[in-house]
């Protein structure tokens, strides 16, 4: 354990730019390699990637291992994998960061395994104790109780989640290292036939988000939460319940089981708030409620709330709105 | 014909499980057990994919005594051969030492072409699992499958991550962990759940897999990572401007807040 030191963070990328993630884990990652007074670096896998690596020591690394190959370009799982290990390997960091995205959740298990170490799942906390072990904070049981895991061995392994970690305001005077590696491929054993976008926007990247939950009467009924979402420029979001009854889709699923959202504003329509709930979409700056409960749990969260019946209150905001603009 | 393996998991259903929290304890004595929801997408898919080109499916389940009801319970929705891997050796096991023993079984079985996985587990929640036993067995695995595309001499499959959906084709053997998308999960049926009562649950400990696999890293031995300490999430309420009726000035004043705060 003695030979382990630092941190490591992978920068995960879509298309040639980091995922948000990254720059989180980073800003995270910092702030425990200062405390400690270690290095930070990360490691990142792409296709001419030399610019985003300049972008992730502005965001905190010290050093950025970079692997350049167009191998790298779209999700390759087993060379990701075979690279990363052999880097680990080498540089043996005390702590190695993972986002929690699909990606993240794919390739740190493998990576662990190959390395024999622990593996911490989608974290909302980490801290750092004076003995370099890290403090892996996880909701467990749908979010009711929190767990601290440490793990005894080396390095660290955790997924993080995305949109719960702070970044770095990005500094262009900030000095880092970048090392190329040399790549060694392995059959991919798996090829991809196609890629294509899902049409719509991540829930995540929202900046207004209407969401709906129990207190809506039909799938059909989400078109309104639209309509309102369409005028204000957000997207829609739901509570578990209608996604369960096949209402609509997983993605728009706000909360423990789902998305973590933190929108500029939150307006939950027809929503009780259970804690599930509420661990998606606390982090939004403004939450508006709807419901006609008052003694919903939602109404604690909220920052403004209407007693009041959604099919009365969504149509006279919509109408309000458009006399706005009109 | 293909061989598949299906995982699975007895969890207690989270609707019912209740928490002590004062003491941030989990009676799991407090719900009835289940298969684990996600599961039992990917025994439908194993289920399906036998219906259309024959094939055998093993579940196998690491846990208490108790978990041979969930596998009767895979045996009535379709599943032809089970293994309950049980002991105290097996207790307390990370997802490290999980995914080693439920690898450790699949080597013991012998070949297969096919092992299909539950997105994740409702209660531990990680979906670690599924990927650590691909790399345990050195074959690859693609996770976040909402769809089977082809299944023929190679696998295609569809896979969503990110907001984007990828047609992934794999040779055989191949691990895929599959969403709640992919399939409605069948109930079971009266002839299978009369079948399911009668089957005889094969179970192995320890000792029959010793042959194959190291003791140490079984349970909580040869788990890294260990929970230190439970807490409960701080509810940091906030003091809102709550309106009792749906008067005109409440929608003023939220329509303003909006304009004001959504940038």
Redesign the interface.
Known sequence: MKDYSGLMVFAEQ?EGRA?PVSYELLGKGREMADKLGVELSSVLLGNQMEEEARELIYYGADKVFLYDNPVFED?D??NY?HNITRLVEEVKPEVFLFGA???G??????I???L???????CTGLDMSEDGGLI?IR???????????????RPQVATVRYKVMPSMLRDEHRKGEIIKKDVEIVPS??????????G???ITEA??IVSGGRGLKKAEDFSLLADLAEL???AVGSSRPPVDDGWI???HQVGF?GNTVKP??Y?ACGISGS?QH??GM?GA?????INSD?SAPI???????????LY??IP??ID??KG?SS | MLRIIVPIKQVPDMSQVKFDTEEGRVDRSSAAAEINPFDLNALEAAVQIKEKLGGIITTISMGPRQAESALRDALSRGADDTVLLTDRAFAGADTLATSYTLASAIRKLGEFDLIICGEKTVDGDTGQVGPQIAEHLGIPHVAYVSKLEEVGEKLVVVCEMEGERYLIESDFPVLIAVTKDINTPRLPSLRGKLNARKAEIKTWGAEELSSIAEKGRFGTQGSPTRVHRITIPAEEGRKGRIFRDTSDEAIEEITNALYRYKG
């Open positions: 879509r995922h999700f799982l087993l994998k995205t699909h990606l959740r794919s390739l740190a298990p493998r662990a395994v190959a024999g170490t622990g593996l911490t799942a989608d892996q909701p467990a049981f749908s979010g009711n109780i929190l767990a601290h895991i440490r793990t005894k061995t054993l798996l090829t991809i036939l196609k890629k294509e976008k899902l719509e926007k991540s900046e207004l204000l420029g957000g889709s997983r993605e089981s500029k504003v307006i804690p509420l661990a606390r700056d403004v939450i508006v409620s008052p109404f604690k969260m909220a920052d403004y709330g209407i007693v009041g019946d009365e209150v006279k905001l309000r709105i706005e």
